[in-house]
């Protein structure tokens, strides 16, 4: 068999070895009308001529004389890069098969022995190659494109085959699992690149290619072995009318393709951050290795990095060499390359002695790497590289044996006479390009750091194989179920007629009794104490004081009263909980004793303290939270200090890092308490049981800061716009807002609710959301959002969406021009309805649910009112007119009175801007 083989991509290689030269020519370039028919003559660069066939082959003839030798290499496009998930190693595996016959040739190796010839077939990442050198005469070489004309599209790749030749490639896989460079570079490979292919290495994941289907190998067979997705080339001593009759003859009778090649289409994101990935096995040598992402092979910055590889690591001018290997701190350095179609990796690497720091090599190779920017490389060293390229290059033209692979790197990346533009553009690099592509790619975030480290008995976790479904099954028994709940009629009046309201203490008390199953019951509580002056300047204190009350009490520590809810099943806060109907005393027990006794650990206030001040000064730069801050600062009218103002993030930071524990300790003593409140309980519960655990729990605790509602009060500034820059943010935040006189009882809410739900508020059906993501595509989200006081006439209409920083532009003007159309045009009767009918469900199906009927009582009893008036809003949408629906909209909404808010990278917006401007 064929030693059928795995390459790296060549082009940085060919570059750190190497190129120019001129051949021996010894047949003239043909005439078209001597053509055969259908074939056409492209293109001949010193001397090789291009030629397609009808059906989209592309052949390269190259006529040298100097020796009685013939090449004949076949390029496919594909490699690696192209399988599917589960799929990895595919390509290498088919390359195998190809090797294992026809029905018209069905003993090729034995063909191959018997003609002489040297053959074999490779594949990299990017594209799969077929070569065969040979004696020149007639018969080998007709023979030979025959052979390849035939395997292209009638190679058995039969079940048989796969079985035994799965077995040869896994070993080669094995034997790459020996190799601890080749180990590292598989790691590297997989930790460098989070979405494209290019993180695969070739041979692929073992388990796929033990598993890999032989109808998946035949589907990836008939896909990309057609001649539209090939190149011949034939170099040597031939005739070159002759050899085009013999291809013309062998390859026009395959019909051309009617499938269209899959597009792909992943881009790798920019890195954001240095990686590192450690391999521990055993062995007896050492491997550093730092990868850096680099531009296509298309790229110009790939000339000059390749130029900077060699200048680093080349043998005995490098520097790496000089500095690592001559002073004895590295055994060798040397440089390779993954990817030339796609970004790739650009790879500096380093051997250590066993035995010796691998750490403190990984060091030095870096600190060296640093140094090499700072010193940018001298005329001698890039001379010296040119000098040695051109060689490279004269010498692989000059000789046709050795053609083959180099010239399908090229052929891979689209263009076979990007071989000799390379070439040509060798003398054009300055150490200056140099210097620079070093600084701009060789950076820390740009990196990936692999070790391989010697090590007899590595720790490793071998994860087994799962039993089947069926295996776990087999000796289940189901138990009697004893879960069972009543059908409960979640409607306004039924909750009403259902609910006892009643006073325990100086609470006012809700209690919903119903069967539910497990036994669960709600709890929803609600405590107020304070006034707009007595509460001056405690925003930040009450804040931190609520979050540190489930920390420890004078009887249980943070993790005590964990365990305690456990046990008592306990699930939620304080204020909003569920439990079962066993549990329900000694909840509300456990409650009230948390409520009172709270002690206030000062080693948990230290660590709430440096959590809130990290979420915030995370906050900094998040478009989002820039945006929700300074709409807050605009529309919020109330003075510094008062409990309702907003802050900036400074001063947000201040006030945490200014609060003392002891002043927390004494908000808690002060203001605490049970003298004014509601607390509703929903679910299974014995109602006396329930009324008794209310009274022992808080009865007779009071508040020292006597209760009176904050009023509010409106603020309507004039309508302005700021922008805000947040670099390296992929995402933006566009936001609009005004201030609206309403209280939920006036006559225009439900109309203007209804119009809200309409525009912006009914999610993926809304009319923004139909504009800027159905029909635009510019975000992933937005809407509109309408907020009325319940006791004072303070409301608000807002819109907000997100988008790249280059769409914001787009997404206002879309956003502006659906909220004209509103306003102009109006809703249909038929949005009208569909959103009566969504409004209505949505309104129902939050009743279904305990929490939300406990929170809702609460609220009700705060406001003096049942879920009658539940009922009632419910009718008045329902009886909502078209006319209602669009008046309120254009009474209400004024675009000229509404703030915008947007933050985003406006590089990336201007960048983008041009470019488009550009493409023009």
Do not use: C
């Not at 003398?427 to 390009?433: F, L, R």
């Not at 439990?579 to 650990?601: C, G, I």
């Amino acid at each position: 068999m064929p030693n059928a083989s795995i390459t790296l991509s060549l082009k940085p290689v060919l570059r750190s070895l190497v190129l120019g030269g001129a051949l021996l020519f010894t047949a003239p370039l043909l005439l078209a009308d001597s053509l055969p028919k259908g074939v056409s003559q492209v293109t001949s660069v010193e001397g090789i001529t291009e030629y397609r066939l009808p059906n989209g082959l592309r052949v390269l003839l190259m006529p040298d004389a100097s020796k009685p030798t013939v090449t004949v290499n076949m390029t496919y496009l594909v490699g690696s890069r192209h399988e599917n998930y589960g799929e990895t190693g595919m390509a290498h595996l088919l390359e195998h098969l190809l090797f294992k016959g026809t029905p018209g040739n069905p003993k090729i190796p034995e063909e191959f022995n018997k003609r002489g010839m040297r053959m074999n077939g490779t594949t990299s990442l990017d594209r799969t190659n077929y070569y065969e050198l040979f004696q020149a005469n007639d018969d080998n070489l007709k023979w030979a494109l025959d052979m390849e004309a035939d395997r292209m599209v009638n190679s058995f790749i039969a079940k048989k085959d796969l079985d035994t030749e799965m077995t040869v490639v896994r070993n080669e896989y094995e034997r790459g699992e020996n190799s601890p460079g080749s180990v590292l570079m598989k790691r590297m490979q997989s930790v460098a690149y989070d979405w494209h292919n290019y993180g695969n290495s070739t041979i692929g994941n073992r388990s796929d290619i033990e598993n890999v289907k032989i109808e998946n190998l035949q589907a990836f067979y008939r896909q990309y072995y057609q001649p539209d997705n090939a190149v011949l080339l034939v170099a040597g001593k031939f005739d070159t009318a002759k050899v085009l009759q013999w291809v013309d003859a062998a390859f026009s009778k395959i019909p051309k393709p009617k499938r269209s090649l899959p597009q792909l289409w992943t881009v790798e994101p920019t890195q954001d951050g240095e990686r590192n990935v450690v391999v521990r096995r055993k062995g007896d040598v050492q491997f550093v290795m730092i990868g850096y992402k680099v531009p296509s092979g298309l790229h110009p910055d790939r000339d000059a990095l390749s130029f900077a590889g060699s200048v680093l690591t080349s043998a005995p001018h490098g520097r790496l060499h000089k500095q690592l290997v001559e002073t004895g701190k590295v055994v060798q350095v040397f440089s390779s390359a993954v990817g030339q179609v796609d970004p790739g990796l650009s790879i500096i690497g380093a051997v250590v002695k066993k035995g010796e720091s691998v750490d403190a090599a990984r060091d030095a190779l870096l600190a060296a790497i640093e140094d090499f920017k700072k010193t940018p490389p001298t005329k001698e060293e890039i001379d010296r590289i040119k000098r040695d390229t051109h060689n490279f290059f004269e010498k692989m033209l000059n000789n046709h044996e050795s053609i083959g692979i180099s010239m399908s790197e090229y052929i891979a990346m689209g263009d076979w006479r990007y071989l000799f533009k390379d070439r040509d553009e060798v003398d054009a690099i300055t150490p200056e390009q140099v210097n620079a592509v070093a600084k701009r790619y060789l950076v820390r975030d740009n990196r990936t750091v692999g070790m391989f480290i010697p090590e007899d008995t590595p720790q490793r976790a071998e994860i087994t194989a799962a039993p089947s479904m069926a295996e776990v099954m087999k000796d289940f028994k189901p138990k009697a179920s004893v879960l069972s709940g009543e059908a409960f009629d979640p409607a306004p009046a039924n909750i009403d007629k259902r609910t006892e309201i009643t006073q325990i203490a100086n609470l006012q008390v809700a209690l919903l009794p119903k069967k539910n199953r497990g036994e669960t019951v709600n709890v929803s509580l609600n405590l107020h104490w304070g006034d707009e002056k007595s509460l001056f300047g405690k925003s930040t204190v009450s804040s931190l004081a609520g979050n540190l009350l489930m920390t420890g009490t004078s009887k249980y520590s943070r993790a005590q009263l964990a365990d305690e809810m456990s046990k008592l099943k306990m699930s939620g806060g304080l204020f909003s909980f569920q439990t079962t109907k066993e549990h329900l005393p000694a909840a509300l027990e456990l409650v009230s004793h948390v409520l009172r006794e709270a002690n206030f650990p000062e080693s948990e206030f230290t660590q709430l303290r440096e959590r809130a001040i990290v979420g915030l000064e995370a906050s900094r730069n998040e478009p989002g939270s820039i945006v929700n801050r300074e709409l807050g600062l605009y529309f919020n009218g109330y003075p510094k200090g008062d409990f309702r103002a907003a802050k900036t993030l400074d001063e947000s930071l201040a006030d945490i890092r200014a609060v003392k524990l002891d002043e927390i300790k004494a908000y808690h003593a002060d203001y605490y308490g049970a003298s004014k409140g509601e607390i509703a309980i929903v679910g299974d519960m014995d109602v006396a049981a329930a009324k008794a655990a209310i009274a022992k729990a808080f009865d007779g605790w009071t508040s020292k800061a006597p209760y009176t509602r904050m009023v509010s009060k409106r603020n309507d500034p004039p309508a302005i716009r700021k922008t805000f820059h947040t670099p390296d943010k992929e995402n933006g935040v566009y936001s609009s807002a005004m201030t609206i006189s309403m209280r939920e009882d006036d006559a225009d809410y439900p109309a203007l609710r209804v119009a809200n739900y309409i525009f912006g508020g009914a999610g993926m059906n809304s009319r923004i959301m139909e504009r800027i993501r159905q029909k635009d595509g510019l975000s992933y989200g937005g809407g509109s959002s309408l907020s009325v006081g319940e006791i004072d006439p303070v409301g608000s209409f807002a819109i907000s969406a997100t988008a790249a920083p280059q769409n914001l532009e787009k997404l206002e003007i879309a956003i502006q021009e659906e909220l004209q159309r509103a306003l102009k045009d109006g809703f249909t009767a038929e949005e009208l309805a569909k959103a009566k009918s969504g409004m209505l469900q949505q309104r129902a199906q939050g009743r279904t649910t305990d929490g939300a009927l406990a929170s809702g009582w609460t609220n009700h009893l705060e406001l003096k009112r049942n879920w009658a008036w539940s009922q009632a809003m419910d009718d008045k949408i329902k009886n909502l007119t078209l006319e209602q629906v669009n008046a309120a909209f254009r009474t209400y909404i004024k675009p000229a009175q509404m703030s915008t808010f947007i933050a985003g990278d406006e590089v990336k917006a201007k960048t983008a801007q041009a470019a488009a401007a550009a493409g023009k």
